[in-house]
C-alpha cells in the first residue's frame, strides 16, 4: 500500500468506526467538519465485516477528505507488538496520523471481564500508535454519565453534573472501563508530542446501518413504527416508564455533536488537552420526557401520553417481538439492537435529574447548539432510507 505524504493536511484516524459514536466521527469529517481542506485523509477501522457501499456514509467527490475504510480488525487479541505489526501492514500511510479518535467499545455483562478488555484494547491501539505515528498530535474518546454514577440505584451526585466532581469512590469506580481508559491514556501520553481529552455525553442518539449495542434511538424508532401499523394512525401510546421518569430532567447528546466536539477538541489542543474531561450535549438547556415522547410519537402518527399502571402494555421489546411478523410483511430491514433488553429499562431506573452542565466545554470556546428534536428526526430519517422503519 503507497503512502501519502498529507503534511498539508490532517490524517484522522477513527477506530470503532462502525460503532454508535464512532459512525458519527467519520460523518463529520466526511462533512468537512470544521472546513474543507482541515483533514485530508480519514481512515476507518472496524472489527465487524463493513463496506462503504453500506455505510451510508457521504460519498468522498475530491472537495471531501479521502475515504479508507478497514474491516476486520480486531484489537481485542494479541499483545501491543503483534497489533502495532498488524496497524503498520493494514494502514499504509499510518506515519502521517495526526488525530486519532478513539471509540471502540466492547460490551461485557461482568464490569470486571468490561474493564479489563477494554484497558487491553486501549493498550493495543494507543501503544501501536506511539511506535508507527510520529505525526500523531491528538487523542479524543468519549466516556459516558455512568462516570456521574447514573447506573446506581438513585444517582450519586445531585444534578446538574460538573466535571469537577471527580470520580466515583471505590468499588464502584473500579467497575468503570472508562476510567481505566483515562488510565491508560494519562500513561502512554507522558513525555510525548500528543496529549488527549474525554467528551462524556449521557445516551447517544444515532444511526448505524448494521446494529449495535446500546442504541435507544433505533430501538424507539423499531417500536413507534411497529405500533402505528399494529394500532392504527392515531393511537395513543404510553411512555414506557414511571412518572418520575418522564419527569426527570437530562440533556439529549446526538452523535453529531459528540463527534463535532471532539473534532474540534482535538483541533484545539492548547484549550483542550493534559486529559481534561468536558461534558457535551446536543443544548445546555436540560429537556424532559414529557416533552419528547409525545414528539417522537407524532412523528409516527401516534399521540404519546404519558406512563400508564397496566400489567397488559408490553414493553417495546416484547412489543416488537410479539408482532416481529408485521415488519417482516412490511420489508422493515433488521435494526439490531443487541441489548434491547437493558433499554427497556430506560424509563424505570432513570427517574433522577441527571443533565449536564456545559460549562466547561463553553468557557474553552465550543459554543455549537442543535436542536434535540432536529437530531432524533434526522436519524428516524435515516432508519427511514436505510429501510429499517417506515
Request: negative net charge.
Amino acid at each position: 500500500m503507497a503512502e501519502q505524504d498529507l503534511s498539508f493536511g490532517a490524517h484522522a484516524l477513527v477506530f470503532g468506526a462502525s460503532g454508535l459514536a464512532g459512525w458519527g466521527v467519520v460523518d463529520q469529517l466526511l462533512e468537512n467538519y470544521p472546513t474543507a481542506g482541515t483533514f485530508l485523509k480519514v481512515t476507518a477501522l472496524v472489527n465487524r465485516p463493513f463496506s462503504v457501499a453500506e455505510s451510508y456514509w457521504p460519498s468522498s467527490p475530491p472537495s471531501r477528505p479521502e475515504l479508507e475504510l478497514i474491516s476486520n480488525l480486531n484489537l481485542m487479541e494479541g499483545t501491543i507488538g503483534g497489533f502495532t505489526a498488524l496497524l503498520k501492514d493494514k494502514v499504509g500511510d499510518i506515519r502521517n496520523v495526526t488525530h486519532a479518535f478513539y471509540f471502540a467499545y466492547k460490551q461485557e455483562q461482568d464490569p470486571d471481564t468490561e474493564v479489563r478488555i477494554n484497558r487491553g484494547m486501549i493498550e493495543r491501539a494507543i501503544g501501536a500508535l506511539n511506535r508507527l505515528s510520529p505525526k500523531l498530535k491528538f487523542v479524543a474518546f468519549p466516556g459516558g454519565t455512568r462516570g456521574y454514577g447514573i447506573h446506581i440505584p438513585g444517582g450519586v451526585f445531585t444534578a446538574p453534573f460538573k466535571e469537577s466532581m471527580g470520580r466515583l469512590a471505590e468499588p464502584a469506580g473500579k467497575q468503570l472501563f472508562h476510567y481505566a481508559l483515562e488510565d491508560v491514556l494519562e500513561e502512554q501520553s507522558k513525555g510525548k508530542d500528543w496529549t488527549w481529552c474525554e467528551a462524556r455525553p449521557d445516551a447517544i442518539v444515532g444511526f448505524v446501518p448494521n446494529g449495535s449495542t446500546f442504541n435507544l434511538t433505533a430501538h424507539w424508532a423499531t417500536y413507534l413504527c411497529l405500533y402505528a401499523l399494529v394500532e392504527g394512525k392515531g393511537a395513543n401510546i404510553p411512555f414506557p416508564g414511571t412518572e418520575d421518569a418522564y419527569a426527570s430532567q437530562f440533556n439529549d447528546a446526538s452523535a453529531g455533536i459528540i463527534a463535532r466536539f471532539s473534532i474540534w477538541a482535538a483541533l484545539h489542543p492548547e484549550k483542550c488537552g493534559g486529559g481534561q474531561l468536558f461534558n457535551i450535549a446536543d443544548q445546555a438547556r436540560p429537556s424532559r420526557m414529557s416533552e419528547r415522547w409525545p414528539a417522537f410519537a407524532a412523528y409516527f402518527g401516534l399521540k404519546g401520553i404519558g406512563p400508564v399502571n397496566d400489567p397488559n402494555v408490553l414493553e417495546p421489546g416484547e412489543y416488537i417481538k410479539k408482532h416481529s411478523h408485521v415488519l417482516e410483511e412490511h420489508g422493515i430491514k433488521s435494526n439490531q439492537v443487541f441489548k434491547a433488553d437493558f433499554l427497556d429499562t430506560y424509563g424505570y431506573y432513570l427517574t433522577f435529574d441527571r443533565q449536564l452542565s456545559l460549562e466547561k466545554a463553553r468557557s474553552v470556546g465550543f459554543l455549537e447548539e442543535i436542536d434535540p428534536i432536529s437530531s432524533w428526526f434526522k436519524v428516524f430519517e435515516r432508519f427511514r432510507e436505510a429501510g429499517m422503519i417506515l
